[in-house]
């Protein structure tokens, strides 16, 4: 399964919000900076979906506020 975000890094809160084109609007706590925004990304979509984080990868967009994440069928 793939899903498109934006992210919103240095928020107040972190929450996920669907818009209305489908895509998630992720917002996160952690700064755009050392990779810390992508691992926040990864710990909330995977807590939101319930599945561990190893199931959650960033395929596009390590370096942007859109991006593109696969999550692995392979969890129990």
């Not at 998630?24 to 706590?29: E, F, G, M, S, Y």
Request: proline share 5%.
């Amino acid at each position: 399964m793939r899903l498109r975000i934006t992210v919103q890094p240095g928020s107040k809160k972190e929450e996920i919000i669907k818009q209305a084109d489908g895509t998630l609007h992720v917002r996160v706590k952690a700064p755009a900076r050392e990779n810390k925004a992508n691992e926040a990304v990864i710990r909330i979509v995977a807590r939101f979906l319930e599945i561990p984080k190893s199931s959650v990868h960033i395929k596009a967009g390590l370096h942007s506020r859109r991006k593109l994440l696969e999550i692995s069928e392979k969890f129990p």
